[in-house]
C-alpha cells in the first residue's frame, strides 16, 4: 500500500527557517516530489529527489534519505507569500502516478 | 507556452446528477492525470491517460470515468453525483521521454459543489 506521512499544520516567523517532513511507505518509488499551493490556487512544483542528498534551489532545498523513507523541505529566511500548503509527493515504479501526503498548511507570522 | 487549462472552473449540481469536466494539457504533454482535493481526504489519484489509453486507475468508483482525445485534450464524467463528490477537481499534465524530472503541471480546477 501507499502511506505519506506530513504534519498537518505548521507556523514559523517571517526570516526564519522552517523544515516540513515528509515520511512515506510505498510499494514502489520512482522520485519523491515537493509541491507549493496556495489557498484557492493549483499545487505548483518546488522540487524533485530521486537520489539520496540535498537538492538546493534558492531558499528552497529538499533532502531525501530512501533507506528511511524520509524526506525534508527547508524553506529558509520566509517570508509571508511562503504561507501555503506544501505536499509531499512519491513517484510510482513506472513513472505514471503520484501518491501524495495529506499536505502542511505553513503559516508564517511577522 | 499556454500553461494546463480546465473549464469549468466553478459547477454546482444537485445529487443524481452528472457532470463532465474538461482539461486541456500543456502543447506537446501527453499524459494527463485527474485528482481529486477534499479537506479530508486530500489530493488523490483518479485516473492516468496517455495516448488516449487509460494507463493506471486509483481507488475510486466505477461512476468516475474518463477519456483522451487524440489531440490529448482529456475529459473526466461522474455519473449520480452524491454530496460526497464536492471538491476541487485538478487535472495534471506532463512529458513523456527519458528526462528523470518529468513534473506534472497542475491546471486551476474545477471547483464541484453537490448539492
Known amino acids: 500500500g501507499q502511506n505519506i506521512d506530513q504534519p498537518t499544520e505548521m507556523t514559523a516567523t517571517e526570516g526564519a527557517i522552517v523544515q516540513i517532513n515528509c515520511t512515506y511507505q510505498t510499494s514502489g518509488f520512482n522520485g519523491l516530489f515537493w509541491y507549493q499551493q496556495h489557498a484557492g490556487e493549483a499545487p505548483t512544483f518546488l522540487s524533485y529527489n530521486v537520489l539520496d542528498g540535498l537538492e538546493e534551489k534558492g531558499r528552497f532545498s529538499s533532502f531525501l534519505s530512501r533507506s528511511k523513507g524520509y524526506s525534508y523541505l527547508l524553506l529558509k529566511e520566509l517570508q509571508m507569500k511562503d504561507s501555503a500548503s506544501y505536499l509531499c509527493?512519491?513517484?510510482?515504479?513506472?513513472?505514471?502516478?503520484?501518491?501524495f501526503g495529506g499536505g502542511t498548511r505553513l503559516m508564517v507570522k511577522p | 507556452k499556454a500553461g494546463v487549462t480546465q473549464t469549468p472552473r466553478y459547477l454546482i449540481k444537485t445529487r443524481g446528477q452528472q457532470v463532465t469536466l474538461s482539461c486541456s494539457p500543456i502543447?506537446?504533454?501527453?499524459?494527463v492525470s485527474w485528482y481529486q482535493q477534499t479537506p479530508g481526504q486530500g489530493l488523490q489519484f483518479l485516473f492516468e491517460y496517455f495516448s488516449e489509453t487509460q494507463r493506471n486507475k486509483g481507488n475510486f468508483p466505477g461512476r468516475f470515468s474518463g477519456r483522451q482525445f487524440s489531440n490529448s485534450r482529456s475529459e473526466m464524467n461522474v455519473s449520480t453525483l452524491e454530496l460526497g463528490d464536492s471538491a476541487l477537481y485538478l487535472c495534471?499534465?506532463?512529458?513523456?521521454?527519458?528526462?528523470?524530472?518529468?513534473?506534472?503541471?497542475f491546471g486551476p480546477g474545477t471547483r464541484l459543489t453537490v448539492l
Open positions: 502543447s506537446g504533454h501527453r499524459s
Open positions: 509527493a512519491v513517484r510510482d515504479n513506472a513513472g505514471n502516478m503520484l501518491t
Open positions: 495534471a499534465s506532463r512529458a513523456t521521454g527519458t528526462r528523470p524530472l518529468n513534473e506534472q503541471f
